[in-house]
């Protein structure tokens, strides 16, 4: 199974600025998925990235709030950008496997974002 | 209208008891389902996963689908403390069409012991 990884683990930012969150997988893939998880809410999906190729965004989300960089195939990175706070929320990456192949996914540990 | 729904509890049971979680979903496209668990401040750990109507077995963990009401099931039996999480539902459409999941809002379950 693979093992992911994101840094920061938490981060409590001021409203207007931005912060860029790493994913990190220990194997190769090919599509990666970041998450937002609002407090007491689901996940929702922000981004699938490819790499080599522009993400594709979800309805509701944009690429100059949230660009995403995918310069390998086991790397990925977020911005929050602008953040105001209504941005604080547990962002997730996740890449396809699992005991399900490419039908289910495991997810990393999260960020925790606070803005104030 | 969300296109999945699930019981927010929260949901507090004494160690032993059999747990019932439940999520219904609206669009018929979704094929493929699944029970993510999620502790306190930990991403989502998948549990169970299936393509079809009916039971799947796996330790005390039973995942139940009926796609004719479009309603899906995880019994945990011989509940723990160490099952107290959030169970997330989780599902998707067929293969080659967007592959991202759809999620409910996730269930808090307490075991007390």
């Known amino acids: 199974s693979a093992v992911i990884s994101q840094k920061p683990s938490r981060d409590i930012c001021q409203r207007g600025t931005s912060l860029t969150i790493q994913c990190q997988v220990d194997s190769q893939v090919t599509m990666m998925f970041w998450y937002r998880q609002q407090p007491g809410q689901s996940l929702t999906l922000i981004a699938t990235a490819n790499q080599g190729s522009e993400a594709t965004y979800e309805s509701g989300f944009v690429i100059d709030k949230f660009p995403i960089s995918r310069p390998n195939l086991t790397f990925s990175t977020l911005t929050v950008s602008n953040m105001s706070p209504e941005d604080s929320s547990i962002y997730l990456c996740?890449?396809?496997?699992?005991?399900?192949?490419?039908?289910?996914?495991?997810f990393g540990p999260g960020t925790r974002l606070t803005v104030l | 209208q969300k296109e999945v729904e699930q019981d927010p509890g929260p949901l507090s049971v004494p160690e032993g008891a059999i747990v019932s979680l439940n999520c219904t979903y609206s669009?018929?496209?979704?094929?493929?389902f699944m029970w993510y668990r999620q502790y306190s401040r930990k991403g989502p750990e998948l549990l169970m996963y299936?393509?079809?109507?009916g039971n799947k077995e796996d330790g005390r963990f039973t995942a139940q689908v009926d796609k004719s009401s479009k309603y899906i099931s995880l019994f945990i039996r011989d509940s723990q403390p160490s099952d107290s999480a959030t169970y997330l539902c989780?599902?998707?459409?067929?293969?080659?069409?967007?592959?991202?999941?759809?999620f409910g809002s996730g269930t808090q379950l307490t075991v007390l012991p």
């Open positions: 669009n018929s496209a979704f094929q493929y």
């Open positions: 996740s890449v396809e496997g699992g005991r399900g192949g490419t039908d289910t996914q495991y």
């Open positions: 989780a599902m998707r459409a067929l293969p080659g069409s967007a592959r991202q999941l759809t």
């Open positions: 299936t393509y079809s109507s």
